[in-house]
């Protein structure tokens, strides 16, 4: 997905030095392009046209891999219990959760949500002194991979806040929104799945089941 997003942002930004300018979106780059291909009236030089109709070519068949990698997780999901609860959580979806399904293997290796967030090194830094103690940034320990789409997850949660259905944990989100700077914010929010990451995966329950106090 990194590879097309540059492939897209490179295309958009070509063209802006062109003079033709393309919305943000996924959907709508591809599509104006080859339409600037295949008008000869457009004001795509003609010596650029194959390379524009080959870097279109190269984020179809990015797709296309994209796609036959989500066929095979849905796949692999449907063997396995764990993920299906996994995909009840906000802002986890299905590449997500069967990383942390394959990553962590049995959840029982951890106590408690707490121990898990920590593992995912999305518990803030410890700094004591004396009877002083001060909280920084998280420590970052364990897999960056799964730290990473974890965030990602919670920046989707801060981004939908206000338009889904709200619950305690959106609500809890978009307040916190309110108050903090966006990269803050999101490593805040996606320390509280982790802690419902392991709720639900270790009770078997999904995301709208938890008794409150979870």
């Known amino acids: 997905m990194t590879e097309r997003t540059a492939r897209l942002n490179a295309l958009r930004?070509?063209?802006?030095?062109?003079?033709?300018?393309?919305?943000?979106?996924?959907?709508?780059?591809?599509?104006?392009?080859?339409a600037l291909v295949?008008?000869?009236?457009?004001?795509?030089?003609?010596a650029?046209?194959?390379?524009?109709?080959?870097?279109?070519?190269?984020?179809?068949?990015?797709?296309?891999?994209?796609?036959?990698?989500?066929?095979q997780l849905e796949a692999l999901a449907s063997q396995l219990p764990a993920v299906a609860y996994l995909l009840s959580i906000p802002g986890i979806g299905l590449l997500t959760a069967t990383a942390?399904?394959?990553?962590?293997?049995?959840?029982?290796?951890f106590p408690s949500g707490r121990h898990l967030a920590?593992?995912?090194?999305?518990?803030?830094?410890?700094?004591?002194?004396?009877?002083?103690?001060y909280l920084g940034p998280i420590s970052k320990r364990g897999d960056?991979?799964?730290r990473t789409l974890l965030i990602h997850g919670a920046r989707s949660v801060l981004h939908h806040a206000q338009t889904r259905q709200p619950d305690r944990f959106?609500?809890?989100?978009?307040?916190?929104?309110?108050?903090?700077?966006?990269?803050?914010?999101?490593?805040?929010?996606?320390?509280?799945?982790?802690?419902?990451?392991?709720?639900?995966w270790?009770?078997?329950q999904p995301y709208c089941q938890l008794q409150p106090a979870a």
Do not use: C, M
């Open 118 to 133: 920590s593992y995912l090194g999305l518990t803030p830094r410890e700094f004591s002194s004396g009877l002083k103690r």
């Open 13 to 34: 930004g070509l063209l802006r030095e062109l003079g033709v300018f393309i919305p943000v979106g996924a959907e709508n780059v591809v599509p104006a392009v080859w």
């Open 48 to 71: 650029l046209r194959p390379l524009f109709a080959e870097a279109s070519q190269e984020i179809r068949e990015i797709e296309a891999r994209v796609k036959k990698v989500e066929r």
């Open 202 to 204: 270790s009770r078997q």
């Open 100 to 109: 942390l399904v394959a990553f962590i293997g049995d959840i029982r290796r």
């Open 38 to 46: 295949e008008d000869a009236d457009s004001d795509l030089p003609d």
């Open 170 to 200: 959106r609500s809890w989100a978009h307040h916190l929104a309110k108050t903090h700077v966006q990269n803050k914010a999101a490593v805040a929010v996606a320390n509280k799945p982790a802690r419902i990451i392991w709720a639900v």
């Open 144 to 146: 960056g991979y799964l």
